[in-house]
Structures are given as C-alpha cells and as structure tokens.
C-alpha cells in the first residue's frame, strides 16, 4: 500500500522528462518519466531505498533524504513544502482519523483591521478548507450573485464543487477545482482535512474524489470569472499566510488588465456591502 510521500515522489518522478535533466533517452520505456535509477543517483541514495519510499514500505525518511529528494526532483518553494508535509504526515505523526474540532472561524482583529486599509480592494480571508470567515465590500461585490455569500458559512471549496452556477462563474471551473482539493492537505490539520473531505465526498462525486490523490501542486494562473452582470474579470491572485492561526490565509486579488479595473469601477456604483467577519 502506498503512502502520500511515495505517491507524490512517484508522481513527480513520472512527470520529469530526462532531457530536462540533461539525461539521455535510452530506449523504449515502460512508464514515462524519469527513471528510478536516475533519481536515486541525483539523490544519492540506493535505487532500493528510493522504492521503498515510492511503494510505502519506508515511512520515516530522514530529514537530509527528504531534502536530497526535493534537491534531486528540482522542486520549487511549494513543492519543497508539501513534501515535508507528505512525509510528517507519513512517518505516523498522525496514524488515525478522527473526528476533530472544526477549525476556528475566528479572525484576529488586527486581520480585519487589515482588511479595513484594504478597501475597496478585492480581498478575503480564507482557510485551507475553503472557508470564507471575512472579506472586504470589494469580494462581495465580485461575488454578488454567484451564489458563494447566500450560505450563513460560505466555503469555497463546497460551492465549487457542489453548487452548478460554480461552472459557470469560474471560467477555468477545472483549475479552480484542482487548487481546492489540493489545498485539502495543507489544512488546519489532518483530522479536520480528512473529516471535510469524507463529510463532501458523498456530495461532490467523482469530480472531488478523483482529485484527492493528486500530490503535485496546480500551476499558478491568474483567475477567470465570469460575473452575473456580464463582465469578464482577470485577477492576479496574492496569498499571505497567516500565523498563530488555523491554517488561514488573506488571500488578495489584483486586476490583471484594464478591463477588471473598469468593470469593478461600474460595479462600485451600485449598492455594495459593507466588510464583515462572517461566522
């Protein structure tokens, strides 16, 4: 039975072409990617540990193995991360699944004070389980009849994948859908990721659950939507962690040309709401 360490080194292995490497291409292969021997020689470990890894039968790798497979798998700054939340949660620091407390929905004052200096910017606050706990008038208005606000606790992550006007006001419904499920592993914590993700399971359906697996982090593009009132916005997307906190983040939007500028201008001009800690 494999791991979520193996899986991802397996995965990311397979998703190295060896001319990448400055390796040659020798012969046919069985499985695209780069072979197992190549690695482990960039890593400088034996080609049997590293299948021990892959195929779960190791699950304690040492710090400087975990390092000297992010330095031979070229990962960046992101990956590095996930990897050494892959093999944490891997080495049995957390061997069941239980029910846990929700994460705390509370925002710190100064976080909203922040948000306040924001306005009328288009910002919110969020968790790695998609929970919406506060924003700015801004992101209501974006929001504004896509359906993500009518809910007493929004989340992100249920709406998308659950809620069918989501399809729509996404432009890339499928990036969106990719960057949720993966955010799942860097929740608040393992039990309450596990427990969000077995509760909209049921819900969601193949399009949820064929993501959960997937240990390579989605490429960062700006975001598409399509607002109700028939603007197309493009946003660059900025997000700030925030510490001492369950695993939330304040997640800033910026215009990615002329016309998001002019169509949020419009859109200001209508009736918007005020900031407010939602929860």
């Known amino acids: 039975m494999g791991t979520p360490l193996g899986d991802f080194v397996r995965a990311k292995r397979d998703s190295i072409q060896p001319e990448s490497f400055g390796l040659p291409v020798r012969g046919r292969r069985r499985s695209p990617g780069l072979r197992r021997s190549d690695l482990a020689t960039r890593a400088g470990i034996s080609v049997e540990y590293l299948t021990r890894i892959e195929q779960g039968r190791d699950r304690n790798p040492s710090p400087a193995v975990v390092n000297a497979l992010a330095d031979a798998l070229s990962l960046d700054a992101a990956e590095r991360e996930h990897l050494r939340y892959l093999a944490k949660i891997t080495g049995g620091a957390?061997?069941?699944?239980?029910?846990?407390?929700?994460?705390?929905?509370?925002?710190?004052?100064?976080?909203?004070?922040?948000?306040?200096?924001?306005?009328?910017?288009v910002a919110f606050v969020t968790n790695r389980l998609g929970d919406v706990l506060a924003h700015t008038s801004g992101f209501e208005l974006m929001m504004r009849g896509s359906g993500l606000l009518e809910t007493q606790e929004p989340n992100l992550t249920r709406y998308v994948f659950t809620d069918p006007r989501a399809r729509t006001f996404f432009a890339?419904?499928?990036?969106?859908?990719?960057?949720?499920?993966?955010?799942?592993?860097?929740?608040?914590?393992?039990?309450?990721?596990?427990?969000?993700?077995?509760?909209?399971?049921?819900?969601?359906?193949?399009?949820?659950?064929?993501?959960?697996?997937?240990?390579?982090?989605?490429?960062?593009?700006?975001?598409?939507?399509?607002h109700p009132m028939g603007y197309e916005l493009r946003?660059?997307?900025?997000?700030?962690?925030?510490p001492r906190t369950d695993a939330q983040e304040l997640v800033v939007l910026l215009p990615a040309d002329e016309a998001t500028e002019q169509a949020m201008e419009r859109l200001r001009r209508r009736p918007g709401g005020a900031l407010r800690a939602i929860g």
């Open 94 to 121: 957390c061997p069941g699944v239980r029910r846990a407390a929700p994460p705390s929905r509370h925002v710190r004052p100064t976080v909203l004070a922040t948000l306040r200096l924001l306005e009328p910017a």
């Open 172 to 226: 890339d419904w499928d990036q969106v859908a990719d960057e949720q499920a993966f955010d799942l592993w860097l929740g608040p914590s393992v039990e309450s990721s596990e427990w969000f993700k077995s509760q909209l399971a049921p819900l969601a359906g193949q399009e949820f659950t064929r993501r959960l697996d997937r240990h390579l982090p989605p490429p960062q593009v700006p975001l598409r939507l399509n």
């Open 235 to 242: 946003w660059q997307r900025e997000r700030l962690e925030l």
